[in-house]
């Protein structure tokens, strides 16, 4: 314990001294970069995103942003949302959304109403999108104590008043299979076999915390009669679980276990089929001394957590793992106003915060031997809302906040990952002991490359919020197979890709003018820093030195 109390000790005094002595700095760093030594394979996890309303999905500013998103990827979007069987009109609101999906006659004979939850599927099939189906909640005739059933949200109370009606076990465990069993046979009937197997169906969320107002057995019960119903309707489909929060651990540990040894309530046989397994992983920022200071180290011990649990069954190699929530902390819905630690959001500093913690969570799934096939970033956007508000979102009014435009990064990334070495890059021991808290910056590097082709990811990031660390970085690159290249570098910073900052400039309107709305969407769009330019390569080494503030992101592409 005293060992523990002194760590803390050391850790609030470093991180005092950190926030009372940042100045304007300058500081040096050195990558190096080798197209010809490939890397592990990485796959696109950042190509998994979801939100709470699922009313969105089809409403302007969501029809548009899901555009975008599918435009950026090279490969097809997994989107996950809540609420998919909620019964309702269909009207959103914050942390609310319905489909109506089941009713029930005057003689308790159920009623399917799938055209709402249809409107869903099809715009992401349209898009060329996949859903990840989390089947839940639960239908309002269903429930087991189902008034009161629509919640209101406040953020000032937190979750403390949303778990309502929907949130409790079936009154028949039979009627639930019956729901799931016939929503996805009219899946296959809509999309057809094939496009429904490529999809991943999952049950519930966080079961682990008042998401279930059942025990862990009753989930378990929950569970089996969802993933026989699959099956039944889609044999190749592909069904997990249990989207536990961070600090579910045991939870999924026990999950895992009923699904591999117990009696399976729905079929009674041993085991229930598990073709995935899914948790969530969260930051924790703070606010000290009116500065943002982030909590990166805690979204990766959520990690370790998970995957240490995952890790010791062996019928679980290879399985496919997602982090079903994957974010900088706990709640999207919760503003800069009621939750100033939450300013990080309409800034740069939430562009590097992913560009750092995706690199660690390809890090750690190598290190526990981990089918990481996902990372859902859980943001989206709100509709109607006040501009900028900080809501975790990628986009505020069809504006594309500085976020989204690390996410087409990663998508310009094509070919196979190199290796790249930054001697500023801290160690994945440092990130999960403390995260970036020395006065030093994490200066770190992505690579991949084709036959003709090169693209590298560069990033400056500090948990703390200062802004007041520039990087002069060299790359130093080998392996090029031409004489000359042509080399274009985007930029998220102050200045490029960052409709935020514009906004402010104009005065922070709250009813911009049409102009206004036309110049902040070139501003949300990704931006070179600067035009392209041709080098000469010698011996296959090109060196390319670049000025990166602090909280600043750069991509190079190198074509020849």
């Known amino acids: 314990m005293y060992c523990l109390f002194k760590q803390r000790v050391c850790v ?29 394979e990485r796959q696109p996890i950042w190509a998994w995103f979801g939100y709470d309303e699922p009313n969105y999905t089809y409403m302007k500013d969501g029809k548009k942003l899901l555009g975008e998103i599918a435009a950026l990827s090279p490969v097809p979007v997994y989107v996950r949302t809540h609420s998919l069987l909620v019964t309702g009109d269909g009207t959103p609101s914050l942390k609310w959304g319905s489909t109506n999906v089941y009713t029930e006659d005057a003689n308790g004979n159920a009623v399917y109403d799938w055209h709402i939850v249809d409107s869903i599927f099809d715009t992401y099939i349209k898009l060329g999108m996949k859903p990840l189906a989390q089947i839940g909640f639960m239908p309002e005739a269903l429930s087991t104590h189902p008034q009161p059933y629509k919640h209101n949200w406040n953020p000032k109370d937190k979750y403390s008043t949303i778990f309502t009606g929907w949130a409790y076990p079936p009154k028949d465990y039979k009627k639930w299979s019956d729901l799931v069993y016939q929503w996805v046979k009219h899946c296959v009937d809509r999309y057809g076999a094939n496009e429904v197997s490529s999809w991943y169906w999952e049950v519930w969320n966080e079961p682990d915390i008042p998401y279930w107002k059942g025990t862990l057995q009753e989930y378990c019960k929950l569970y089996d009669y969802a993933a026989d119903a699959v099956k039944r309707a889609l044999p190749s489909a592909r069904i997990g679980g249990a989207d536990v929060t961070g600090g579910g651990a045991k939870y999924l540990d026990s999950f895992i276990h009923h699904c591999l040894y117990d009696t399976n309530y729905a079929t009674g046989n041993i085991g229930s089929p598990l073709n995935l397994v899914s948790f969530h992983a969260k930051g924790s920022p703070r606010l000290m001394h009116d500065t943002v200071v982030m909590g990166i180290s805690n979204q990766l011990k959520n990690i370790v957590d998970n995957f240490t649990v995952i890790s010791s069954y062996p019928q679980l190699k290879n399985i ?241």
Request: net charge negative.
């Open 12 to 40: 609030a005094v470093l991180l005092f001294l950190t926030l009372n002595t940042f100045s304007q700095q300058r500081d040096t760093a050195h990558i190096n970069i080798n197209l010809a030594k490939t890397a592990d």
């Open 320 to 560: 496919p793992v997602i982090i079903g929530e994957s974010d900088p902390e706990g709640c999207a819905a919760c503003g800069m106003a009621t939750n100033p630690e939450n300013a990080y959001r309409n800034g740069t500093m939430y562009s590097s915060y992913e560009a750092a913690v995706f690199t660690r969570e390809y890090e750690l799934a190598k290190k526990f031997n981990i089918n990481l096939i996902g990372a859902v970033t859980w943001a989206f956007e709100f509709e109607n809302q006040p501009w900028f508000y900080g809501y975790r979102d990628l986009a505020t009014n069809g504006i594309d906040k500085p976020v989204l435009n690390v996410f087409r990064m990663f998508g310009m990334m094509k070919g196979e990952a190199v290796n790249a070495n930054s001697d500023h890059q801290y160690t994945l021991q440092h990130m999960l002991d403390s995260g970036v808290r020395k006065t030093q910056t994490d200066v770190g590097a992505l690579a991949s490359a084709t036959d003709s082709s090169a693209t590298i990811m560069v990033w400056n990031y500090h948990d703390v919020d200062k802004k007041n660390i520039s990087v002069d970085i060299t790359l130093n690159i080998a392996g090029i197979g031409s004489s000359k290249v042509k080399v274009i570098e985007y930029r998220i910073d102050e200045q490029h890709s960052n409709a935020y900052i514009l906004w402010k400039k104009m005065g922070s309107p709250q009813q911009p003018t049409a102009e206004q709305i036309d110049a902040l969407e070139k501003a949300g769009q990704l931006q070179e820093f600067d035009k392209s330019k041709s080098f000469n390569v010698k011996n296959g080494l090109l060196k390319l030195n670049t000025d990166l503030p602090e909280q600043a992101v750069s991509l190079f592409k190198i074509s020849w």
